[in-house]
């Protein structure tokens, strides 16, 4: 089914406008030098499935239809982002709060918004009882997802206090969540990962986009945000290995060896193109994004037998993750690998077949059945 943008509200960049801030001094409200939160790099909106967009339509409708003070500010901490992945992320998180918020308390600003409206907030997402702000009504977000969504509102009022538009930031004080320490991304076992990479070389002259995609999420373990935003010109030769150039999560620039295997299927795109060219693209010509690369595994587990259900590229870095770890890999060598700032994320994937077939609680079923 088409799913249609509905009509933003469209802001004409503007001048500094003063306004009186909370301490009842006059301020200039920040200028993001936009006409649309969609006019930001990286949040470029998705009118309808495979349009190129990068985030959903109805979440730029959600923050252009904000009041111009909130626009501003809202607009202006999106930009401040130097990663795009941050800024999308940032998005998600403030048009699902906006959404709530209208619906819960209407009357209230998003600037004037206590500790008592995100305290509320928190508890209904975490519940599922929210009346908006859910993808699924009913069910509960996980505690990563709800103490990630007020990282963000707590960064959002961090900029706006910064900015003197608010006198306090009603997020320090909100509790957060206890996140478990083990990864709720299911892995696939290494027989299974060996298979995708097999179907990967069996569609590669029928689908060469997909088959190289598939290699680099299943042995190199990059981030689907990462992979498509690559370009020709990422692919490059350094002290005798070939490597991906490319910027990380957060916006730190890394580099990672590309196996033999994975640069035989990243040849094919590679010839007669240009160095700014997206490495991934369709048959049509559009860029790859992530529901494409899901498209890309699934298509090279149809091809080898394995079960494509919930087969997504977190799922492959999961994967590559837990195999590594379960390996014995170095978990400073596997933090490197997935681009982690810290080794407790890491750590989260260390939960493989090894670590299962040793728990104490098999030991445990032996001790008191009598060693059977």
Known sequence: MTELLPTAVIRPAAAPVSTVSSSGGALALPVPMVATVGDIAGLRPRCRKGDGGEVPGADVDAVDALPHAEWSAVAAWLKAAKAITTRRARLADVAAFVRWLQMEAPDVGLLAVTEDHLTHY??????????????????????????????????????????????????????????????????????????????????AVAYPADAAAVALLSVCAVRVGELVALTVGSVAADAGHTVILFRRKGGKTDRMPVPPRVCALLQPLLDDRSPGEPLFVREDGRPFDRWRMTTALRRAATAVGVDHTRLTPHTARATAATAALDAGVPLADVQELLGHASPVTTQRYNRGRRKLDSHAAYRMASILGGGA
């Open 122 to 203: 928190r508890d209904t997402i975490a519940t599922g009882t929210a009346r908006a702000g859910l993808a699924r009504p009913g069910t509960p977000l996980a505690a990563s997802t709800v103490a990630r969504r007020l990282s963000s509102l707590s960064s959002l009022y961090g900029y706006a206090l910064r900015r003197r538009l608010i006198a306090i930031n009603p997020a320090d004080p909100v509790e957060r969540p206890e996140v478990s320490t083990v990864g709720t991304t299911p892995a696939r076992t290494v027989e299974e990962a060996t298979a995708l990479v097999d179907g990967a070389e069996t569609i």
